[in-house]
């Protein structure tokens, strides 16, 4: 799937890239996920089947994607599936061992990426949505996102269920 690096959704665009709600259950109750009020959503990382920009991100950028891909801190897709990288041209690529998803090394650490949900990172009012396999374009394809999205991986935070309104069917 592809969307330009830094490309802006318009207000009250759900924080998923597909245009359909972001579901999340809260105590039992499924409703949507709501960007906190005055938040711009921009894209980052959904390079398609090439690299825009090439070059060296910085490892603190990789330790925070790291860290918040351990901590779960990844959005469920809801029901677009399973995605592999569209850059890698064999199948032991995608699915290295043939399992789903490839493994990135970092720090002397194998790390599985699944092909399933995004990193939404908030840094003042902007709020970037990148797609979960971004370490693999980064490492393993040596994509370079636009530094202010560095940055804000850097400085800012990554969202969860609790940063999000929560509206449930009740609310609708």
Not at 64 to 82: I, M, N, P, Q
């Amino acid at each position: 799937m592809f969307i330009p690096d830094m490309q802006e959704f318009p207000s009250g665009h759900p924080p998923t890239p597909y245009g359909f709600p972001l579901l999340l259950i809260v105590r039992e109750v499924v409703g949507r996920g709501v960007l906190p009020a005055g938040t711009i959503l921009r894209a980052v990382g959904w390079l398609g089947n090439q690299v825009p920009r090439s070059g060296d991100t910085r490892e603190e950028c990789v330790d925070r994607l790291v860290l918040a891909y351990e901590s779960d801190w990844v959005f469920d897709d809801c029901t677009k599936g399973w995605h592999e990288c569209e850059i890698c041209t064999t199948k032991e690529q995608r699915r290295p061992g043939g399992k789903i998803g490839p493994v990135i090394h970092w720090r002397g650490r194998d790390l599985r990426l699944i092909g399933h949900g995004h990193y939404l990172i908030r840094s003042q009012d902007i709020v970037y949505m990148a797609p979960g396999l971004v370490l693999h374009y980064i490492l393993d394809h040596h994509y370079r996102p636009p530094n202010e999205f560095v940055d804000a991986v850097i400085a800012g935070s990554f969202l969860t269920d609790e940063d999000l309104t929560f509206i449930g069917d009740e609310d609708s």
